[in-house]
T-cell receptor, first 117, second 113 residues
């Protein structure tokens, strides 16, 4: 089945530093990947839609200069949290669609827990 | 626009109890409907799906039937286990080009022995 990995699974960083999170589709080519942020009371917020070879589409209220998304290949998308602050601490989850399976199903990564001190 | 409303939790049940988590939706056209499950500390996994009216999705003892007349996709399980403790998300895909899913807010289920 379609597998999506994320790296790292956990990261702790100091305030003001940048952190990169990788999302990979392991056994399929993902033309579209999504980045979500999950808040403590479990609700998922879509941050951006990432299409291979083009600029990401950010949801309203998400700072594109703070959350840099790069989708350089059909199997890799990265999210970089620049100049991280404690309020950026959260659980970040990526997902990917496999066009060969119709595109309606998203396959999720295991998530990355970011803690900013 | 599209929206999904699911019952607020948390829901606490004893082992072997019957589970229902309600989900209703608003969408244009004929969306595909999904239930995803998130175990503690993990990402989301697809639990089941249905792509057209009257379809029943089922997996691991869970079932949900796509009811177009009531715009609902309620999740049910006849006998829950402690291992079913997780957060359950109802979602829809309307097929409107961007492949985006619209999620409900999630329902946390705790099953106690």
């Amino acid at each position: 089945g379609a597998v999506v990995s994320q790296h790292p699974s956990r990261v702790i960083c100091k305030s003001g530093t940048s952190v990169k999170i990788e999302c990979r589709s392991l056994d399929f080519q993902a033309t579209t990947m999504f980045w979500y942020r999950q808040f403590p009371k479990q609700s998922l917020m879509l941050m951006a839609t990432s299409n291979e070879g083009s600029k990401a589409t950010y949801e309203q209220g998400v700072e594109k200069d703070k959350f840099l998304i790069n989708h350089a290949s059909l199997t890799l998308s990265t999210l970089t949290v620049t100049s991280a602050h404690p309020e950026d601490s959260s659980f970040y989850i990526c997902s990917a669609t496999d066009p060969t399976s119709g595109g309606d199903e998203q396959f999720f990564g295991p998530g990355t827990r970011l803690t900013v001190l | 626009g599209d929206s999904v409303t699911q019952m607020e939790g948390p829901v606490t049940l004893s082992e072997e109890a019957f589970l229902t988590i309600n989900c209703t939706y608003t969408a244009t056209g004929y969306p595909s409907l999904f239930w995803y499950v998130q175990y503690p500390g993990e990402g989301l996994q697809l639990l089941l799906k249905a792509t057209k009216a009257d379809d029943k999705g089922s997996n691991k003892g869970f079932e949900a039937t796509y009811r177009k007349e009531t715009t609902s996709f309620h999740l049910e399980k006849g006998s829950v286990q402690v291992s079913d403790s997780a957060v359950y998300f109802c979602a829809l895909y309307s097929g409107a080009g961007s492949y985006q899913l619209t999620f409900g807010k999630g329902t946390k289920l705790s099953v106690i022995p």
